[in-house]
């Protein structure tokens, strides 16, 4: 295989990020001619490079039961590629390129840049070389946890030593063997990352893109809660609140809209990442619209009629926060969902009054005062299903919908079958369906054959 296919159908190409600034703000030219990181601030500069590493994915927030669409003339001008994930198609992008797939690769590609040759560069303190290379683990980390949940099967322990998970790579290297690991090895290099970057990285960083300790703690939260690991789930969410607690309140906003602050100004994001969108309206499926009750400052403020996007008007109602802060939603780990994380650990464990006392904490911040009333259960579960209902208000449209789906549906208490109609066909997903599993690229499998295919 040659390099230019690596880099055209892998996207791990040697990135500098410089194509359109000045390289020699930070990268130097090497004496046999090869543009070469060299100074630490090199390293540093890769990683604040928010184009590459702000973007999360895509095609979960579109293929979870947020998304919904009843009207026929805005699905007959749907993207193609929106509509084969909409409606859980074999292939997503025929022979075309993967944009989440491409996206997370080039971020491990970087990353592995840094992790190997920052300790050798010159200028930094080794504190410093430490700090950075902490930051990538925590980058690279993200993009598996992405990775490992979209394309291929939930965790489930009894099996994720044998279900194929996702390549992993660890180096550099644009000839390394891109043999899928198992699903246990993915999460177990998603922990290790992440706890080996926490002792070099400081509680919050000065800016909410750059990685911190508590955005690290908030993925292995978000990790364990994947894996059904409620215990350590919980343990990690505390520590990610006990340096991070703030929320906004709705209330404050409701008559000024245009004050909410901005993805690295928000108190709540612990680490920015936002779905890069295939489109700017997210039609909001009726069965999410439904779970929102009077007086609730998230449907008021976050969501609008759909006839608001003029642009492409539909029937129905669409979520409305990305046109207010111009990205898309935010799926980094924030302080709502490790509460929702720790509360539904509670639940869990049979603490029903513990797991309610989070969840009104953080619903108080989210409805007018006059509407406002605090939930109640009698069961523990009763307030876990409080609990995930309450995510799913709190979290929509970020695409962490779609690998809660695919987590729940592994408990036949909540497994659930999803159907949509899509130009005049009828789609249902089952639960455990192999659909939940997105299709590996076509093009990547021609020119990797030891990638193998999902099955379908």
């Not at 040759?117 to 930094?124: C, I, M, R």
């Not at 902490?134 to 965790?155: D, G, P, T």
């Not at 962490?400 to 005049?424: C, H, I, M, S």
């Amino acid at each position: 295989m040659s390099i230019v296919n690596r880099l055209i159908y892998l996207a791990l190409g040697i990135v500098f990020l410089c194509l359109n600034t000045g390289c020699r703000d930070y990268v130097e030219v090497s004496p046999i001619g090869r543009r070469a990181l060299v100074n630490t601030g090199d390293y540093q500069q890769l990683l604040y490079n928010a184009n590459d590493f702000q973007p999360s994915g895509s095609f979960p927030a579109y293929a979870s039961d947020d998304y919904g669409i009843s009207d026929a003339n805005f699905e007959t001008n749907m993207l193609s590629v929106l509509g084969a994930v909409y409606s859980w198609a074999v292939t997503f992008v025929g022979e075309g390129e993967d944009q989440d797939w491409a996206r997370f690769y080039k971020q491990i590609y970087v990353c592995n840049q840094i992790i190997e040759g920052v300790s050798g560069s010159v200028g930094g303190t080794p504190a410093q070389k430490d700090r950075i290379r902490a930051e990538a683990l925590v980058h690279r980390a993200y993009a598996y946890l992405m990775l490992v949940n979209s394309y291929a099967k939930h965790y489930n322990k009894t099996t994720a030593a044998a279900d194929p998970g996702v390549p992993v790579l660890l180096k550099p290297d644009l000839y390394a063997p891109l043999h899928r690991a198992s699903v246990q090895a993915v999460y177990d290099q998603i922990k290790a990352d992440l706890e080996a970057a926490i002792p070099a990285l400081p509680d919050q960083a000065i800016i909410n893109m750059v990685p911190s300790a508590t955005a690290a703690y908030g993925l292995l939260a978000r990790a364990s809660l994947y894996m059904a690991d409620y215990s350590n789930a919980a343990k990690y969410a505390d520590s990610a609140l006990e340096r991070q607690y703030t929320l906004l309140d709705l209330r404050k906003y409701v008559d000024n809209v245009i004050s909410l602050p901005l993805l690295y100004q928000d108190p709540e994001v612990m680490l920015a990442k936002e779905v890069r969108g295939m489109t700017q309206v997210y039609a909001m499926n009726p069965s999410l619209v439904q779970l929102f009750t009077t007086g609730d400052l998230r449907y008021t403020i976050f969501t609008a009629d759909g006839s608001t996007y003029a642009w492409a008007p539909f029937t129905g109602r669409g979520f409305w926060r990305p046109m207010l802060t111009n990205t898309g939603a935010w799926t980094g780990p924030g302080v709502p969902e490790m509460m929702l994380i720790r509360a539904e650990c509670d639940a869990r464990n049979g603490k029903t009054a513990d797991a309610l006392s989070l969840l009104n904490a953080l619903r108080v911040k989210r409805f007018t005062a006059q509407d406002y009333a605090d939930l109640t259960a009698a069961t523990s579960e009763e307030a876990l299903r409080l609990v995930l209902e309450e995510r799913r208000r709190e979290l929509m449209g970020t695409g962490l919908r779609w690998f809660d789906q695919k987590r729940l549906n592994l408990e036949p208490a909540f497994a659930t079958t999803v159907t949509r109609t899509y130009l005049g066909k009828t789609y249902t997903l089952e639960p455990n369906s192999n659909r939940y599993v997105f299709p590996i690229a076509t093009t990547y499998i021609q020119f990797n054959p030891e990638i193998t295919q999902n099955p379908r």
